[in-house]
T-cell receptor, first 112, second 113 residues
Framework: SQTIHQWPATLVQPVGSPLSLECTVEGTSNPNLYWYRQAAGRGLQLLFYSVGIGQISSEVPQNLSASRPQDRQFILSSKKLLLSDSGFYLC???????????FGPGTRLTVL | KQEVTQIPAALSVPEGENLVLNCSFTDSAIYNLQWFRQDPGKGLTSLLLIQSSQREQTSGRLNASLDKSSGRSTLYIAASQPGDSATYLCAATTTQGNTPLVFGKGTRLSVIA
């Protein structure tokens, strides 16, 4: 069966510090991968998605970047965090671009 | 651009009641519509997926319907239980553009014992 992991589960970082969130998927090959952010009162926002290694599409301009160094690994990064980067970050995967998406447990990021 | 709206934002019902959660979308050219459940501080769990060619899907006490012409989907929960308390999100994909899923802001459901 397929599983998706995210770490860390929670993170408190000062403004201006770097960020690296990791997501890995097990039990499948060549998944589509997604990063979402859920901010209070704003719903889920798609940040990045990837259909293959090294292929990243960005949905909104922002302070964040994503990379996919391996088939089942998706990393969300920032060089300098802003207060507005606080939120709940969710990674998801799907077999095909438009089919059911399966979500990880999320990372709660607080920028102080 | 697809927009998804969920009303109400919050709902409180006594245990045992049947209830309906509403979801509306602006672009009727959807590929599929999904309903998710999210418990506080947790990720999303997929509940039901309705393809654009379907009108409804059922899983246990849950039934989701889709009316593309009116731009609406409903999630019906029968005989609600306290364990159903969570936030329910709907999300749509369209056949146009590159955005895989567009989410509503969710309905926070509380089932009171």
């Amino acid at each position: 069966s397929q599983t998706i992991h995210q770490w860390p589960a929670t993170l408190v970082q000062p403004v201006g510090s770097p960020l690296s969130l990791e997501c890995t998927v097990e039990g499948t090959s060549n998944p589509n991968l997604y990063w979402y952010r859920q901010a209070a009162g704003r719903g889920l926002q798609l940040l990045f998605y990837s259909v293959g290694i090294g292929q990243i599409s960005s949905e909104v301009p922002q302070n964040l970047s994503a990379s996919r160094p391996q088939d089942r690994q998706f990393i969300l990064s920032s060089k300098k965090l802003l207060l507005s980067d606080s939120g709940f970050y969710l990674c998801a995967w799907s077999v095909q671009n438009l089919d059911t998406q399966y979500f990880g447990p999320g990372t709660r990021l607080t920028v102080l | 651009k697809q927009e998804v709206t969920q009303i109400p934002a919050a709902l409180s019902v006594p245990e045992g009641e049947n209830l309906v959660l509403n979801c509306s979308f602006t672009d009727s050219a959807i590929y599929n519509l999904q309903w998710f459940r999210q418990d506080p501080g947790k990720g999303l769990t997929s509940l039901l997926l309705i393809q654009s060619s379907q009108r409804e899907q059922t899983s246990g006490r849950l039934n989701a319907s889709l009316d593309k012409s009116s731009g609406r989907s409903t999630l019906y929960i029968a005989a609600s239980q306290p364990g159903d308390s969570a936030t329910y999100l709907c999300a749509a994909t369209t056949t146009q553009g590159n955005t895989p899923l567009v989410f509503g802001k969710g309905t926070r459901l509380s089932v009171i014992a």
